[in-house]
């Protein structure tokens, strides 16, 4: 019989906030939170295939969170980032931030023992494959996070091994 | 110290930029390249002391620069800053000449400690 892969740990508020906090440069909260709705319609998805591109894990999150964390990496001004919470999409600063955010984040999810896995694009909404993804992830976890400066925004991770 | 920073990003090279000056280590100056290909002109007029580097970068990954560096005769001090390593990339950066491997995001006192020993 052959033997399956480990099923990936999801990562605690405690490594999420270490992670977040060092990338951003100031002291991020981090707590526990109910999954978000994938049917809402203010919603980013990282696609996370593995190196043969079959994919593996997503983060799911709104767009505070996107907004908030792209603005904090690289010192956005808060009403500028406001400004693109208020018009419904990132900017393309913010996007790009977050991208790297995301980027840096698969880290939470990658170990010697998982199958690898890596960020290949940033999409609005959450598409038909990420959410068959959803529908069947063994690891899921949601975080809601305050970033100083900024606000607050939601995140939910989901994995297969 | 002058540093050489190499990344496609220019978010991460803002942040890698940001956490060196908040080390209490020496920098004079900082450059900056988006790529290995971009790195190799800049290094070809400019003395930094140290490099550091991403490992994924489009035109010119971090590894082949580092290669195409070390087969020019130039032995400064590099380092790869990236957002994964395993036991494989460690090695491989180690094989070609790499100092030191610092996952992002990384701390003004792991970079301290990684680099404080290697240049004045």
């Not at chain 1, 018009?87 to 790009?96: C, I, K, Q």
């Not at chain 1, 023992?113 to 959803?134: K, M, N, Q, Y």
Request: glycine share 8%.
């Amino acid at each position: 019989m052959p033997s399956l892969p480990p099923y990936r740990d999801m990562p605690g508020i405690i490594p999420v906030r270490g992670m977040l906090s060092d990338l951003l440069g100031r002291e991020v909260s981090v707590r526990d939170a109910l999954h978000l709705d994938l049917d809402r319609d203010d919603l980013f998805s990282a696609i996370l295939p593995d190196d043969e591109d079959n994919l593996s894990a997503l983060f799911v999150c709104d767009l505070p969170f996107v907004c908030n964390t792209g603005g904090a990496l690289s010192i956005v001004p808060a009403a500028t980032v406001a400004e693109s919470i208020e018009a419904g999409e990132p900017s393309e600063l913010l996007a790009e931030n977050y991208y790297e955010v995301a980027n840096i984040m698969t880290g939470l999810l990658n170990g010697p023992d998982w199958t690898h896995i890596r960020i290949t694009e940033v999409v609005p909404g959450v598409p038909d494959e990420a959410r068959a993804l959803a529908d069947v992830a063994i690891g899921k976890t949601t975080v809601e996070v305050t970033i100083p400066g900024y606000g607050d925004g939601t995140m939910t991770m989901f994995a297969e091994p | 110290m002058k540093v050489l920073v190499v990344d496609d990003s220019k978010a991460m090279r803002m942040i890698v930029i940001r956490t060196l000056k908040s080390t209490e280590l020496t920098i004079t100056e900082i450059k900056e390249a988006e790529d290995g290909a971009d790195a190799l002109s800049v290094l070809a007029e400019y003395d930094a002391e140290l490099v550091l580097c991403d490992w994924n970068m489009p035109n010119m990954n971090g590894i082949d620069f580092l290669k195409a560096m070390r087969a020019n005769g130039d032995n400064r001090t590099f380092g790869f800053v990236t957002s994964e390593s395993d036991a494989g990339m460690r090695q491989e950066a180690n094989d070609a000449g790499a100092s030191f491997l610092l996952n992002k995001p990384f701390t003004a006192e792991s970079f301290t400690e990684a680099v404080g020993t290697l240049v004045s």
